[in-house]
Structure formats: C-alpha cells, structure tokens
C-alpha cells in the first residue's frame, strides 16, 4: 500500500510537471492546484479563480480538502501549488498572504437540543454534553485552549474530518458538533448553529512553499489574488 501511494504522487507530480511545461507560451492555460480546509474563506479564492478564468479560459482549478496537515504534506511533495489553512504559519518553510475573513467557532445542533434556545454557547454549557470534535482539534487546539481543559475532561463521542459527515451525526442525536460557521447551510434544516462566548475566531492564510517556482497560471493566479487584497 505505502509503494502504491507513493507511485501515484510521483504519478500526479509528472503530471502536474507536463502540464506546467505545456503552458510555457504565449497563451496562458494549464492547471491550479489548491488544497484547503473547509471554510467560507474560500469565497475570496474562488472569487479570484472566477475572475481569472475569464481572463485566461484555459486555466483549470483542482481544489482538494483537508486539515492542515495534508495541505503541508501536499505542498511539501510538490503536489499542491498553494494551501489555504488557519492559525499560525511556519514562515521559515512557507511564504504566505492572510486573508481578511476570519472563521467563528461555535456549534452545530439539532434545533429541539436544550442548547438550541441560547443565542452563545459557554464552556460551562458543554461540559457534561457529548461533543463532535475534528479530528485536529482531538490533538488539542484552538477549541481545547478556549476550553481551558484536558482533553480527559470532555466527552467526546466521536471525531470528525469533514464537517459534513459530523452534520449527519448531529442530526441522528450523537452529540454536539464543534466547528467553524458557514461551512454547513442550516437555513432550511432540522440543525442550528450557535458561535460560542467568549468569542473565538480563526484566521486565515494562503501560504505556497519559499522558493517556490511556478507554473504561469499559478504566477497569474497569485497576482491578481494580490490585487484582489489590496484592494480590500
């Protein structure tokens, strides 16, 4: 298993390589690699794809999810050209532009749950309450921190990766689901979303690795995204 995974990165790699060779003229036209967690951030990204894509239509996006240790793994193998991702970046190994949203933790639970009454979600309320964790957060982060506990303390009936996957198990009863906003649309649904207090926010940033040499569309890419933020 681990020779096939590594014969198939060494597989998307050429790939990537041959495409970039192929959009070495006049035209620019070829393919973006994006890796990033879920997040609404990603508005501002595909803002800029749009727009691109307009300018150069042979420009093609390939955006992959994740927690910020595939997007690192991804950019390190080459695989990625550029990585959104939250919180703190090591700027000896990445060069990175922030993005002005920030996400605002809270949680996600079922609309008849005792917690669905209150306008903010305290430490105090989830103390006894089966909680959903990402599976980053499971390691300690931004959410055990506000907590002020050990991961002992809380009781966590499951873990998740994608946001999505842990809106159904909210919906079947499992617990309450830690998270950012945005990401699931409860507007016309059986869950809501309560932003926790005191307020807990997480920046973001796009990051590419230092020396980075890229390809002309993601040259392109990077220069309007520039422009989209100053912009701002």
Partial sequence: MILRKRAEEILDLVKKTECEITSADDIIMGDIYIGTGETDGV??????AGKLQK???GIHFHVSSGNAAFVMEQLDK???DFGVVFGTVDLTKYNALKLPDKDVWGVLMRRDSPLASKKEITPGDLRDKPLILSQQEHRGGSFTQWFQCQMTDLNIAATYNLIY???LLVDEGLGY?????KIINTSCSSLCFRPLAPKLEEEMSIIWKK???FSRPAEKFLSLLKEHLNGI
Avoid at 43 to 48: D, P, Q, S, V
Avoid at 177 to 181: M, N, R
């Fill in 43 to 48: 508005r501002l990204i595909a803002k800029t």
């Fill in 55 to 57: 300018i150069c239509p």
């Fill in 78 to 80: 080459g695989l990625l």
């Fill in 165 to 167: 996957n842990a809106s």
């Fill in 177 to 181: 689901a830690v998270g950012l906003d």
């Fill in 211 to 213: 020396h980075q040499i």
